[in-house]
């Protein structure tokens, strides 16, 4: 059974809905079967988080489970997935065991009596990466547009209303846990990192001299001692030392920086799955 042209932009609209609302989930793709199987090449399916079918079709109960686990491994790594379902016999036949993994290909048993082999491929689908700025300042505006081309979800907030080419939020109430840069510069600096660090966040930057940072920090651990452990972890100044002089240039280190970070987390998790 394969996708209609109906029920594939059915499937297609889902997929952006779900994309829009920054929901994490997995495209599980038949591309392979032998014998006797419910699902053929092309088959596709999303999947959330706890390995639930939301749309589509890979299968029946005897794929279900192997392709599940495999959706959940997938938005947990954030790495693809090929598994490979085989009849018992098979599996033996070929020296292999359930949940061995050899040459990439995961291999599972199919409990069908069909007796049939599927391979499926399994591809997480995650939200962009958030990077909140605070300042519309010429350094801001330069990280919101390079921001926003490196594949980031790019959010500008910024003490008052002002007229930008941006889209800008009017005060430093955000929610992310990803990455916050704030590039206030003179306006609204010690409420935009009051609010910085309000929350752990993967990596909190201030844009500015160290001197000016501490003197903000000092202000702020005065009115809230609790607040030290927070500022001690903000990268001051931010961004990646390569003598930086203009807005462009400081925006790219800081851009640098914060790749450096999120790839290095990328490695790490590549690095424990080994």
Not at 49 to 71: E, N, P, S, T, Y
Not at 86 to 91: A, G, I
Not at 114 to 119: F, I, Q, R, V
């Amino acid at each position: 059974m394969t996708l209609s042209q109906s029920e594939h932009s059915r499937l297609e609209a889902e997929m952006q809905a779900l994309k829009a609302k920054g929901v994490p989930f997995a495209m599980a793709t038949v591309v392979r079967t032998v014998n006797a199987t419910s699902a053929k090449p092309g088959g596709k399916a999303l999947l959330d988080l706890d390995g639930k079918i939301l749309m589509g079709w890979i299968g029946g109960g005897c794929a279900r489970g192997a392709v599940g686990k495999a959706a959940r491994e997938a938005i947990k790594t954030g790495e693809p997935q090929f598994i490979s379902l085989r009849p018992q016999e098979l599996l033996e036949t070929e020296g292999l065991v359930a949940g061995e993994i050899r040459d990439g290909v995961r291999f599972s048993r199919n409990g069908c009596p069909s007796k049939g082999t599927m391979d499926v491929f399994v591809e997480p689908v995650l939200p962009l990466p958030e990077l909140v700025i605070c300042g519309t300042g010429l350094v801001a505006l330069a990280l919101a547009d390079l921001g926003a081309r490196f594949d980031f979800k790019v959010m500008v907030h910024a003490a008052e209303a002002v007229e930008s080419d941006a889209d800008v939020t009017q005060g430093f109430d955000f929610e992310t846990h990803d990455f916050v840069v704030v590039a206030t510069q003179g306006q609204g600096d010690k409420d935009a990192l009051r609010a910085a660090v309000s929350k752990d966040r993967r990596y909190v930057s201030f844009v500015g001299s160290s001197k000016k940072f501490d003197t903000l920090a000092a202000k702020l651990v005065a009115e809230n001692p609790d607040i030290e452990r927070s500022l001690a972890q903000v990268k001051a100044p931010a961004g990646l030392d390569i003598n930086a002089i203009t807005p462009d240039e400081i925006a790219m280190s800081i851009l640098a920086e914060i790749t450096q970070l999120r790839r290095a987390n990328l490695t790490a998790k590549d690095t424990q799955n080994v």
